[in-house]
């Protein structure tokens, strides 16, 4: 993926809705829009949200060494440096890495950052670790199956024996067949901070997220069905796949604003 992206503007072209390419997101999260990322995800709702459903999920799975894939501005990184965790924590967007870094480093916590592409993530990365986490929705950022599968595959590979990967994605499924009417309970606790679809047809689905002072950035992500994912983890090899709605085990398909999938590797 090219690292290159312009720091003032988001550039889709003169189509939007055909920007389907997963090396885009790099022009998505640019600094302007990472520097109100953490408007979008509030971090005192979020924690209050979520609890402690990954720490204890890490934890059963006895896991101690850590790898956030998709380390964003650094929310689950630093939550789990102070649980206690070695924490590695890696994502695609330099711009991410760094707003972490910062944020880490405010609340006095020292983050091992790299950026790495999902596909090639063991170029990258060559430690193996008890559990991998991909959180926030940001495996919709691929949109062939050939990337999806690449970087399943990748995560598989970086995991120990008996390691777990943790991947979240929203609830497609409730989109695409009824429309979208979530309040973002979970995810998007930010103050006055709106994210909605602007467009989802069968393989995109573009959302606008606008902020109080009235600007508004984009991101297009490709809509994943629950079962679908699924299957895709056991193709790449996890053994057993746990899936929750809304960090609930019992859940009714339509409920959950987001699927979360423990896979584990036997």
Not at 37 to 53: M, V
Not at 108 to 126: E, F, N
Not at 156 to 163: F, I, K
Request: hydrophobic share 35%; aromatic share 14%.
């Amino acid at each position: 993926m090219s690292t290159q992206q312009n720091s003032q503007v988001q550039d889709y072209g003169d189509n939007p809705t055909a920007v389907r390419d997963s090396d885009h997101y790099q022009a998505e999260y640019i600094q302007n829009f990472v520097e109100k990322w953490d408007d979008l995800i509030n971090w005192h709702a979020r924690a209050q949200s979520e609890g402690y459903f990954f720490i204890e999920t890490l934890k059963q799975h006895g896991a101690q060494r850590v790898l956030d894939a998709a380390a964003g501005t650094g929310f689950h990184s630093i939550r789990l440096l102070e649980a206690g965790f070695d924490v590695a924590s890696a994502d695609g967007s330099m711009e991410m890495l760094v707003k972490a870094f910062e944020n880490a480093t405010r609340q006095q916590k020292l983050l091992r950052t790299v950026l790495a592409d999902w596909r090639w993530l063991t170029r990258d990365i060559q430690e193996k670790f008890d559990a991998a986490i991909c959180l926030g929705n940001s495996f919709t950022h691929l949109f062939s199956e050939q990337d999806r599968r690449k970087a399943l595959a990748e995560f598989y590979a970086v995991l120990n024996h008996d390691g777990v990967l943790i991947l979240d994605q929203r609830n497609y499924d409730s989109i695409l067949d009824n429309g979208f009417s979530s309040k973002h309970t979970y995810y998007y606790c930010g103050d006055n901070v709106k994210a909605e679809p602007e467009f989802v047809d069968g393989g995109l689905a573009r959302f606008r997220y606008k902020f109080p002072d009235k600007s508004a950035y984009h991101l297009n992500m490709y809509p994943l069905r629950k079962e679908y994912t699924r299957r895709l983890l056991y193709e790449v090899g996890f053994q057993e796949v746990t899936t929750y709605g809304d960090f609930q085990e019992t859940y009714h398909q339509d409920d959950p604003d987001f699927y979360i999938h423990v896979a584990k590797k036997a």
